[in-house]
């Protein structure tokens, strides 16, 4: 029982900062160091990119209209804007896919800790601060829904993207980020950038099996098993209700107060390590 309350705060933490622009990875890693699971290294490195899917389901369910190409009335006009849009998703995804492929076990090895974390967190809260309240011109927003999106603006996020492979940056931080300096709606851009979450974190899900299986093999204990169904189905219902409140928040509100948020979160947490002494642990 334990162990299945600690899967439904994971869920609900990766429910809820998948979509907030503050960092799901860095705040798993945040929480594992307070609440441990009962699960092997190989299981919880698997664990916490592979509860993602629950994640990705909701954003199926909420745009499945928009992603399906065929149905709902569509017409071949609307069938190729839908194909499109995936054509031009893709091309966003290329970035992150070489590179995270190249660098993804030196990444694991050297930037998934707390400190790195903290930083990225004050880092990106202030530039969140800065975008989002710098004069803005309004003629200067070019591309006011996802149809308007180029294909060379798709690479653009796509490069924004390769922030996100520092944990605390936030994968939709900086991808929401990167669309608004390339004259981007702030509605397109997050629409964007949760449908271009589906390939990104399938595919991430998809490396880490392949990397467990080849470590571990097939072999999961009983408790684990549970804490990976508990942890996908709650951050799947977190998921869905987290990112239709953004979708209705962002509508009257800039980004500022995740800016501070991170800010905040980022500062307590290098105090935290400092004063219990881990921090030179952690560097070292």
């Not at 890693?29 to 699971?37: E, R, S, V």
């Not at 993207?161 to 990167?178: V, Y």
């Not at 271009?196 to 392949?210: D, Q, Y």
Request: aromatic fraction near 12%.
């Amino acid at each position: 029982m334990l162990e299945v309350l600690k899967a439904i705060l994971f869920g609900i933490v990766e429910g809820i900062t998948e979509w907030l622009p503050v960092s799901s990875t860095g705040h798993m890693i945040l929480l594992d160091q307070f609440i441990k699971l009962d699960v092997s290294e190989e299981f919880y490195e698997f664990f916490q990119v592979v509860i993602q899917l629950g994640a990705i389901l909701a954003v199926i369910l909420i745009y499945f209209k928009e992603i399906f190409p065929w149905g709902f009335g569509k017409g071949k006009k609307d069938t190729k804007k839908t194909l499109n849009l995936w054509g031009k998703i893709i091309v966003a995804c290329l970035p992150a896919a070489v590179l995270g492929l190249l660098f993804d076990d030196w990444l694991d090895a050297h930037l998934y800790n707390a400190v790195v974390v903290a930083l990225m967190l004050i880092i990106y809260g202030v530039l969140f601060i800065f975008v989002e309240t710098r004069p803005r011109d309004k003629k200067k927003i070019t591309t006011r829904s996802m149809d308007e999106i180029t294909y060379k603006q798709a690479l653009g996020v796509g490069a924004f993207q390769l922030l996100a492979l520092i944990p605390g940056t936030s994968r939709s931080g900086a991808t929401i980020l990167g669309g608004l300096m390339l004259g981007m709606k702030r509605k397109t851009i997050s629409d964007f950038t949760f449908i271009l979450a589906i390939p990104v974190m399938a595919g991430a899900s998809l490396l880490k099996f392949v990397k467990y299986v080849h470590e571990v093999g097939f072999a999961m204990t009983g408790i684990e098993v549970m804490v990976l169904i508990v942890g996908c189905v709650v951050a799947f219902v977190v998921s869905y209700f987290v990112i239709k409140g953004l979708l209705s928040y962002i509508r009257k509100h800039n980004f500022v107060i995740f800016g501070i948020y991170r800010i905040i979160l980022g500062i307590i947490v290098l105090i935290y390590f400092l004063a219990t002494g881990q921090l030179t642990a952690i560097l070292g």
